[in-house]
């Protein structure tokens, strides 16, 4: 019984679907009463037989067996059959990016995605900064502008793909490749795309970053994070890093976590089936001045969308134009719920620039089209119908 593991009787099969493994791998039946759902280990510590005799739990900051289940089970999504890899879990998607962070010592620099979740931002600049790490910003949709960054000290290549706000994407093999002639670690941040729709480790990388608080948890009722990585020695600096920073989730989150990922699969294809549906109504729309979904052939990226994604996410963003447009639009939708975050079975909107990308600086907002006009839409899996029409009364 260990994290490896992941529950007290391993599967004896490995399992060839996604939607199989999501249900299965970690969350075998309970052998001791059948329990057909991962137990939530609710305690602090564990009954030690003897000094230095136990049954390989001895403190829940190390050891929780709800939370090894859900790291196994995203290890497995995240890798597929023919790979080992292994999970580790979070309070929040920060904090998943900020023990990433901790394996750079001061000197070390990174080749960051300059069009990226506004909190990643402020976490690089405002804190990692200080701890002496350097950061270069680039256009990561430009494999020579990456090149061109790479310095001998860069240790870490960081992107999202798609990205937050402007859904650009990474070509994560070409990158990847590029990191690893620097030797630098690739890392991904794949919470806008879900281990259904894309496989950064398959790809190339060597960590993959999910705010689970999204598409995993999927019903914006939790705040969690999780890393998975396919190199052991990766993985063995995570799993100190883990314990010696000490921002682990509780175990209430990780079987949330469990009992969500079991619908990823038919969650992500309602999602992305109405996004299209969505997108294209947009498209045509007269008052929307440009609509950023990889979806669209339009897409500046999407041959290569259709090439490293399985699908093409949930997320959209529309250009209206004007801070007032934006505001008209936000005010108006009744089955869209303006807020922050994203991911969940309802329907969001919001508006970058004032929520989610305040800590971006203006000049960097203004180059990549993070406008006073621009809005970003989470769609959700009520019927499409009613959010056409909801977007078509909202845009009136
Ligand atoms: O909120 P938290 O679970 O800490 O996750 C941070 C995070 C990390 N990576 C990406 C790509 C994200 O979008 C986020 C959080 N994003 C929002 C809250 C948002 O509305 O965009």
Known sequence: MNRESGHMREASMQYQGFAT??????????????????????????????????????????????????????AALEAGNDQKAWGFAFASGL??????????????????????????????????????????????????????????????????????PMMMLTDITAIAALAREANAIMVVDNTF????????????????????????????DLVSGIVVTNRSDIAEQLRFLQNAAGAVPGPFECWLCLRSIKTLAVRMRQHQENAQKVAEFCAQHP????????????HPQHELAKKQMHGFGAMISLELGTRDKAQQFARSVRVFTLAE???????????????????VPK????????????IRLSVGIEDSEDLLEDIAQALQ
């Open 341 to 359: 975050s994203l991911g969940g079975v309802e329907s969001l909107v919001c508006h970058p620039v004032s929520m989610t990308h305040a800590s």
């Open 193 to 220: 795309a879900t281990p259904y729709v894309q496989q950064p480790l398959r790809l190339g990388a060597d960590i993959v970053i999910h705010s689970a608080t999204k598409y995993l948890g999927g019903h914006s």
């Open 21 to 74: 493994r999501a249900i299965h791998v970690g969350q075998e039946p309970d052998p001791l009463t059948g329990a057909v759902t991962v137990p939530i280990y609710q305690t602090s510590t564990y009954a030690q037989e003897e000094i230095g005799r136990h049954k390989g739990f001895e403190y829940a900051r190390t050891h929780n067996l709800t939370r090894f289940c859900w790291e196994k089970n995203l």
């Open 363 to 374: 000049e960097t907002r203004d180059k990549l089209g993070i406008t006073e006009g621009l």
């Open 287 to 298: 008052a929307v001045r440009a609509v950023y979904y990889p979806g669209l052939p339009s």
């Open 95 to 164: 904090a998943a990016i900020d023990t990433v962070m901790k394996i750079l010592s001061a000197g070390d620099h990174v080749v960051a995605a300059e069009d990226m979740y506004g909190g990643t931002f402020r976490l690089f600049e405002k804190i990692l900064r200080r701890f002496g790490v350097e950061f270069t910003y680039v256009d990561m949709t430009n494999p020579s502008a990456v090149r061109k960054a790479l310095t001998p000290a860069t240790r870490m290549v960081y992107t999202e793909s798609p990205t937050n």
